[in-house]
């Protein structure tokens, strides 16, 4: 059973920084995508960015130039730093595990609050 642990996340200015790691345990497959989506205070969950183990990044238009994701393989982790922070980057930012023909894995959540 795949399972997935989120750190990091918390407080931040406008123009600050946070980074956000993610865990993956359980897992067989050696191709998979992992990457992050955040539900805004509207409630709208929406793509961030997601990362395949071979490194292709993708990223939505938002955060581009601001975010970036990385992998580390050794320790099935992915990493999303998150920099020059906008108030519109607050919410609740959730781990995603993708494989073909498996369902969709999710992390339990984590705050991420920009305010001054």
């Known amino acids: 059973q795949v399972q997935l642990v989120e750190s990091g996340g918390g407080l931040a200015q406008p123009g600050g920084s946070l980074t956000l790691s993610c865990t993956v345990s359980?897992?067989?497959?050696?191709?998979?995508?992992m990457g992050w989506y955040r539900q805004t205070p509207t409630n709208t969950r929406e793509f961030v960015a997601d990362?395949?183990?071979?490194?292709?990044?993708i990223y939505a238009d938002p955060v581009k130039g601001r975010f970036s994701i990385s992998r580390d393989s050794a320790k099935d982790t992915v990493y999303l730093q998150m920099d020059r922070l906008k108030i519109e980057d607050t919410g609740v930012y959730y781990c995603?595990?993708?494989?073909?023909?498996?369902?969709?894995?999710w992390g339990r959540g984590i705050p991420v609050l920009v305010s001054s």
């Open positions: 995603k595990f993708e494989v073909t023909g498996s369902p969709d894995s």
């Open positions: 359980g897992h067989n497959p050696n191709f998979y995508i």
């Open positions: 990362i395949s183990t071979i490194g292709s990044a």
